[in-house]
T-cell receptor, first 113, second 114 residues
Framework: EAGVAQSPRYKIIEKRQSVAFWCNPI?????LYWYQQILGQGPKLLIQ????????DSQLPKDRFSAERLKGVDSTLKIQPAKLEDSAVYLC???????????FGQGTRLTVV | DQQVKQNSPSLSVQEGRISILNCDYT??????FLWYKKYPAEGPTFLIS?????DKNEDGRFTVFLNKSAKHLSLHIVPSQPGDSAVYFC?????????????FGGGTRLMVKP
C-alpha cells in the first residue's frame, strides 16, 4: 500500500513570496489533514478535510494560508505572502473515514529567508 | 494554551533498560490517546493507542498506561533498543471513531545508548 505522498520535500523562499505544497493521500482515505510543525514543537492542525469539504479550519491563518481538496483526493496548501515565522515542516496526513490513527507523509520543510 | 504536554524534551537510556516517556493533558474531553514515533526527515508513524475505557494497552515491547484521574499517560519501552532512538509524540483526540483531529504534545527525544 502506497503511503501519503508530499512534494516538494524542501523549499526555500524569500519573505513575501508565495509557495504551494501538494499532498496525495492513501487511496480510499476520505479524511485529509494539514499540520504545521515548527522546530522543537509538536504538529499543529491547520485544516481538516472530509472528502472535498472542510471540517475544521479554525487554526488556519486565512489571511495568508489557503487549502483546497478538489475531487476529494489530492490537496494543495498555499501560503501567500510568506512570513519568516512560517518556516516549519508542513505535514499531510490521511485516515479512513471515522478512524483516528492518522498516516503521515514525509513532510515539506519550508524555510523563509 | 497547551492541552497536551510532554515535560521532558529528552531522555537517555542504556540499551536493554526500560524507557518511560510521560505525557499530561488538561482537556477532560480527550478520550483517545496515541503515541507516534518520528525519525529525522520522516513523518510521524503511529506506534500504539489507548482508549479512555482502558488503563493499559500492550503491543510487544511497548505498553501505554493511562491514569484518567491524573490526566496522565506514559509509554514504556522494554527492553529499549538503539533503533528506538527517535522523537516520540503523545497525541490526544476527542472520540476514537470520529476521525477527529489530533492534538500533539511537544515531543520527547529518546536516545538509546548501545
Amino acid at each position: 500500500e502506497a503511503g501519503v505522498a508530499q512534494s516538494p520535500r524542501y523549499k526555500i523562499i524569500e519573505k513575501r513570496q508565495s509557495v504551494a505544497f501538494w499532498c496525495n493521500p492513501i487511496s480510499g482515505h476520505a479524511t485529509l489533514y494539514w499540520y504545521q510543525q515548527i522546530l522543537g514543537q509538536g504538529p499543529k492542525l491547520l485544516i481538516q478535510f472530509q472528502n472535498n469539504g472542510v471540517v475544521d479550519d479554525s487554526q488556519l491563518p486565512k489571511d495568508r494560508f489557503s487549502a483546497e481538496r478538489l475531487k476529494g483526493v489530492d490537496s494543495t496548501l498555499k501560503i501567500q505572502p510568506a512570513k519568516l515565522e512560517d518556516s516549519a515542516v508542513y505535514l499531510c496526513a490521511s485516515t479512513l473515514f471515522g478512524n483516528t490513527e492518522a498516516f503521515f507523509g514525509q513532510g515539506t520543510r519550508l524555510t523563509v529567508v | 494554551d497547551q492541552q497536551v504536554k510532554q515535560n521532558s524534551p529528552s531522555l537517555s537510556v542504556q540499551e536493554g533498560r526500560i524507557s518511560i516517556l510521560n505525557c499530561d493533558y488538561t482537556n477532560s474531553m480527550f478520550d483517545y490517546f496515541l503515541w507516534y514515533k518520528k525519525y529525522p526527515a520522516e513523518g510521524p508513524t503511529f506506534l500504539i493507542s489507548i482508549s479512555s475505557i482502558k488503563d493499559k494497552n500492550e503491543d510487544g515491547r511497548f505498553t501505554v498506561f493511562l491514569n484518567k484521574s491524573a490526566k496522565h499517560l506514559s509509554l514504556h519501552i522494554v527492553p529499549s533498543q538503539p533503533g528506538d532512538s527517535a522523537v516520540y509524540f503523545c497525541a490526544a483526540s476527542v472520540s476514537e471513531n470520529a476521525g477527529n483531529m489530533l492534538t500533539f504534545g511537544g515531543g520527547t527525544r529518546l536516545m538509546v545508548k548501545p
